[in-house]
Each structure stands twice: as structure tokens, then as C-alpha cells.
T-cell receptor, first 111, second 114 residues
Framework: DAKTTQPTSMDCAEGRAANLPCNHS???????VYWYRQIHSQGPQYIIH???NNETNEMASLIITEDRKSSTLILPHATLRDTAVYYC????????????FGTGTRLTVIP | EPEVTQTPSHQVTQMGQEVILRCVPI?????FYWYRQILGQKVEFLVS????????KSEIFDDQFSVERPDGSNFTLKIRSTKLEDSAMYFC????????????FGSGTRLTVV
């Protein structure tokens, strides 16, 4: 699976959009971008995934650049409950079952 | 919303003892996983399970570990002879299809080996 690079930490004001970047310059054509988050010591929570088109669900939007070398997770209106570690994971949609969690981005939403 | 349930939430055991961590995956899910997270460290893959057999395991998952689906609802992780370094949060996860969508993780069991 391709390696990802994320900032160690970010702050965001409550109610504002949180934009979390991820670089994955070695991504291959059949690898997807997945986002998970972990709130405190709870189990990781799936957020969204995509291949090359932008995706949106009830939790977030995923913007993938045209060359697919980077992506941005957008939480449109961050709340205090969105404070968590956010993981960007690149992997094949089928095949290996191992989700490789890096160190992620610690997002702190500030009142 | 369907949940993955793990019990117990916290277990304390003496070094050398056997422990069994229990998980009830989401009922229509077919793929099951165990991950662990040592305090302050990354979430690490241990093992995946499908069709009553292990489909993949990491180097962490040595002979001290085993998994079982004893009935139609439970999925267990056994550690035969616990070591201090086994102290961690253990997360169970399940998915409907193989990596087709996101995994659903349980809230974890905190294992403390003393």
C-alpha cells in the first residue's frame, strides 16, 4: 500500500470547515483513499473513501486531486465532538485485509 | 445503527495467564478482524478471519494468539500466556464485504497484564 503523509496536528474553530490534507504521491491507479478517525481511545470510525472522483456523505467530503497524489478531507461545520485523530489510508479495495494506520492528524476543534 | 460489541471493556490479568477477548460482530458481516493499540502508539493489525479460517495475519500474531468463531455470533481472540507487552487496547472489527466499505470497529477491550 502507498505511503501517506499528514500533518501531525491542526486546530479548527467550532462551526468552521476543517480541511485535513493528505499526500499520497506514490498511489497506484487501483488504490483507494480511505479516511478513518479515532476519538480519544475509542475504536476507529470509518468516514469516507474514494478512488478519483470527489465524494460526499453525511459526515464529510473527500476531494481528490486530478493527479491523485493528494486529497483533502473536509468536515463542513466542525463541532467539539469532531476532535479526534484522523487517518488517511491508501489501499487496494480488494485483496489484503490489513488497514495500515499511520500517526494521523490530531484535529482539535476550539470553542 | 448496528454495532460491534466487545466484552469485557477492561480486563486485568496476571502475566502468564490465558485471556479470551470476546466480540459480537454485526450480524450480516462476513469478515472479522482484530487490531490492537498499545498506549500512545499506532493502531496495529493482528488478524483477519473469513469463512471460518484466518485469511491474513501480521507478525505480531504469533503462536500465543488464536482466534475462533465458536458459534454464529461470537468472534474471540485468545492469548495463551500473556506477557507484560500484551497490555493494550484490543479492537474487533467487522465488514460486510472484503474492504468494499469501511470496517466497523468495536469500542475495544483494555487489557492490562500485571
Amino acid at each position: 500500500d502507498a505511503k501517506t503523509t499528514q500533518p501531525t496536528s491542526m486546530d479548527c474553530a467550532e462551526g468552521r470547515a476543517a480541511n485535513l490534507p493528505c499526500n499520497h504521491s506514490t498511489i497506484s491507479g487501483n488504490e483507494y483513499v480511505y479516511w478513518y478517525r479515532q476519538i480519544h481511545s475509542q475504536g476507529p470510525q470509518y468516514i469516507i473513501h474514494g478512488l478519483k472522483n470527489n465524494e460526499t456523505n453525511e459526515m464529510a467530503s473527500l476531494i481528490i486531486t486530478e493527479d491523485r497524489k493528494s486529497s483533502t478531507l473536509i468536515l463542513p461545520h466542525a463541532t467539539l465532538r469532531d476532535t479526534a485523530v484522523y487517518y488517511c489510508i491508501v489501499r487496494l479495495k480488494t485483496g489484503a485485509n490489513n488497514l495500515f494506520f499511520g500517526t494521523g492528524t490530531r484535529l482539535t476543534v476550539i470553542p | 445503527e448496528p454495532e460491534v460489541t466487545q466484552t469485557p471493556s477492561h480486563q486485568v490479568t496476571q502475566m502468564g495467564q490465558e485471556v479470551i477477548l470476546r466480540c459480537v460482530p454485526i450480524s450480516n458481516h462476513l469478515y472479522f478482524y482484530w487490531y490492537r493499540q498499545i498506549l500512545g502508539q499506532k493502531v496495529e493489525f493482528l488478524v483477519s478471519f473469513y469463512n471460518n479460517e484466518i485469511s491474513e495475519k501480521s507478525e505480531i500474531f504469533d503462536d500465543q494468539f488464536s482466534v475462533e468463531r465458536p458459534d454464529g455470533s461470537n468472534f474471540t481472540l485468545k492469548i495463551r500466556s500473556t506477557k507484560l507487552e500484551d497490555s493494550a487496547m484490543y479492537f474487533c472489527a467487522s465488514s460486510e464485504r472484503q474492504t468494499d466499505y469501511g470496517y466497523t470497529f468495536g469500542s475495544g477491550t483494555r487489557l492490562t497484564v500485571v
